[in-house]
């Protein structure tokens, strides 16, 4: 989906707020929501790719005045209501207030059918893939050419994982392009590498 | 005017507030805790590794290594899972490739995640506030060079950038140039200079 969390590239943001050393956690209660989340992960109540997605579908305003430890917290909450393990009810009960939940979520889809096997050196193009569910792709590399530089290990494929969608492990491909190429005249000269999933690749030829 | 006390039926719409994110956390905790789930436990255990484990000193060790033993430098750049495993150091299952960044006088390498913010947490640490702030995730991939001089990082006109965007489960960490009054120091002593940001390629040793 094209949600807000798709940051990279967007523009009117400030200077980096950066302290050297700066900490992870400010606050028990972060340190709390991080593992709470980690814990129901090991559970096995929800998967990596279901908790990133959980957070994509957070409504936009919420998502963007929320802290990091806050989007995590709301993907816990929103997933252990939608799998039937807490009632919303309850929660809200116990929380003596609203709770605030991630939208729902849309459909998700398997492996493209026909992918090809690429090695360093190829040139690929990022497919013109538009989804209402979750994906891996950042905005900025739809439909934009780099060059392979390796293959990682087959990886679930997002897209299927997050939605309980049956599918293929499939490989990540470390492509590099040019930042003149993702936003012509308009970046600081650079090379930006992209892990992108099998499926989302396109050979140039 | 009306100054009846409202019924019942007009309650139920009466707003009520939304609960702090503690609020919010106590719910969860204790509905999971009651489910049997053992989740203050759990917590207590997750929190314990988030905040005395998985720490910059790990991947400082790495780095370490990696300059005082040439061939541990060659197996870390073919495949860092396998080598930091070597110091005892290991990975959650869903991080299946390490690739460590080798810095050179001109080449810089810096990691970030747009979509949300991973990294190889186990290894260098979790990540800062700034790494999961939205002005990090947005411009570092368009702005590179600008956003590093911002950060203190000035580097000369002719050092290479390459921006890593963590999309898929390859983690990334950088191994910084080693500064060259360190040669020949043991690994303890050498391990003590390197920063996480380094690591991250924000700062240069």
Redesign the interface.
Known sequence: MDGV???????G??????????????AP?E??????Y???V??GIFN?DEY?HA?ERMEPRHY?SAS???RS?TS??TL?VEKG??PRE???R???????LAGPSAPGRSNAPARERFHAGDRVRVKMDYVPGHI???G?IRGKTGVVV?E??A?PFPDAHAHGVPAQDEP?Y?VRFR?ED??PN????????????QSYLERVR | MNTAPMDISEQKFAL?????????????????DE?G?D?SQ??????HL??EEWIPQNGARVVAKAWADPEFRQRLLADGRSAVAELGLSMPK?H??L?VLENTPKVQNVICC????CTAFTII??????Y????????????????LK???LDLPADV???????????RYMVLPEQPPHTVGWPQEKLAAIV???AMIG??RL
């Open positions: 969390h798709d940051m990279g590239g967007r523009q943001f400030g200077r980096v707020r950066y302290s050297f050393n700066a900490t992870a956690f400010h209660w340190v709390r929501a991080n593992s709470l980690a814990l129901a090991r559970a990596m990133r957070i963007l990091y430890y806050e917290l816990l909450l252990c393990v807490v309850e929660l809200e116990r929380a003596g207030g609203t709770v605030p891996r792709m950042p900025y390796s990682s290990p990886y990540t470390d930042s993702l936003w308009s970046s600081d000269p650079a090379l930006v590498h992209v892990g992108v999933f | 009520r507030p939304t609960a702090t994110v503690e609020q919010r956390l106590d719910a969860i905790q204790a509905a999971l489910r789930l989740a759990g917590v207590a255990e997750i929190s988030a905040q869903h299946r490739h690739v747009t979509l949300c913010s640490g979790l990540p800062p506030d700034w999961k702030d939205l002005e990090y995730r947005a411009r570092i991939v368009r702005e590179s060079r600008t956003v911002e950060m203190g290479e950038i390459r921006v890593w965007d963590t999309t898929a489960d390859t920063t996480r940001d924000v700062a």
